[in-house]
């Protein structure tokens, strides 16, 4: 009789998605349930930890419960448990992962703790075949990096943000802009209809030897730019968002472009360009990519759009991967704010010690 693939259940709780999914080892999502939260914080105009730890604790259970349901699969066929245990914001994490060693300890099965990180960055790995290593450009809310995967665990941070992370300065921008919560999608849509000629913005970090990121110059610039228009019609709202968009997109071309480079020069054969993070669900973004990833002869992939945000398949098969590889941990394993991915990059800031994006 064949045997059946293992079986991993994913909890993903870092931020403002409470998230499960069922994910088998050769990389079918047998079910997916997510809660989002951004109803709750929108008023907030950013996540509210107390209030994101509490809605976490709310849906979790039943989440996961809908995932068993929807897969027609009984909690004792779970082969292992996978959970974020950081980095992100400490209350939510600690509901995630207490579920995950409570079900783990409960049912008998390994414990996996995951690096919410190593998640976004194994995601492409899920859905197509990506050997390594390669090189991962990291954008979301909490987090900026450029990242040469050398394997499931070992991660060469090779650039990082100096101050705020790519997403952070959409949703930033979208505050000024009074766009809303979350800001991405909201600068995304508006740019759509705008001139991104209209508003010459800087762009950060242009042409700077090592692949690190700034992106708080750039929020000023929109903030003192908008703060000398008299009004700020629909049209200058469109025409900032697409100014604004076009000066993260040359960031992010310029910066990835050196980060090849730098691979290059270190000898390291990466295979791929992978983007990965929340701010990977831009069409923009996405597109510049492809033909940089082209130019320097290099296959480019993206996780579809909802493997991008945070998720709970991601998670599952962060813990395949770990799995594989017979990494699981103890049920002690405590969940952690900050949790760098390559341990032994230096601090760009040497009063921010070992910052690496706000999360990080
Ligand atoms: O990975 P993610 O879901 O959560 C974190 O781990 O941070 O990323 C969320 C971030 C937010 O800052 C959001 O504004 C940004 O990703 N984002 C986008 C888009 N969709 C989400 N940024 C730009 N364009 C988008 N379409
Ligand atoms: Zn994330």
Known sequence: ????????????????????????????????????????????GGVVPEIAARAHLLHLEALITTCCAEANVELVNIDAIAATCGPGLIGGVMVGAMMGKALAASLGKPFLAINHLAGHALSPRLVADV???????????????????????????????????????????????????????AIERAAKN?????????????GRQEAHFSFSGLKTAVRTTIEKLETLQQTDVN??????????VQSLNDRTTRAISICREQG????????????????????????????????????????????????????????ALGLTD???????????????????????????????
């Open 239 to 248: 025409d900032m968002a697409a100014s604004f968009q076009h000066a993260v």
């Open 1 to 44: 009789m064949q045997e059946k693939p293992t079986l991993i259940l994913g909890i993903e709780s870092s931020c403002d998605e409470t998230a499960a999914a069922l994910v088998t080892a050769d990389k079918r999502i047998l079910a997916e349930a997510l809660s989002s939260q951004t109803a709750d914080h929108k008023c907030f």
């Open 330 to 360: 103890a049920l002690d394993f405590a969940p952690r704010p900050r949790w760098p991915l390559d341990p032994d990059a230096e601090a760009v800031r040497s009063d921010v010690p070992g910052r690496a994006g706000v999360k990080a």
């Open 131 to 185: 050997v390594f290593p390669y090189l991962l450009l990291l954008v979301s809310g909490g987090h900026c990096q450029l990242l040469a995967v050398h394997g499931a665990n070992r991660f060469q941070r090779l650039g990082t943000t100096i101050d705020d992370a790519a997403g952070e300065a959409f949703d930033k921008v979208a505050k000024l802009l009074d766009l809303g919560y979350p800001g991405g999608p």
């Open 194 to 206: 705008g001139d991104a000629k209209r508003f010459p913005l800087p762009v950060p970090m242009l």
């Open 268 to 323: 390291i054969p990466i295979t791929a360009l992978v983007v990965a993070g929340g701010v990977a669900a831009n069409a923009a973004i996405r597109e510049n990519l492809t033909s940089l990833a082209a130019v320097n002869g290099l296959p480019f992939t993206a996780p579809p759009l909802r493997l991008c945000t945070d998720n709970g398949a991601m998670v599952a098969w962060a813990g395949h991967e770990r799995l």
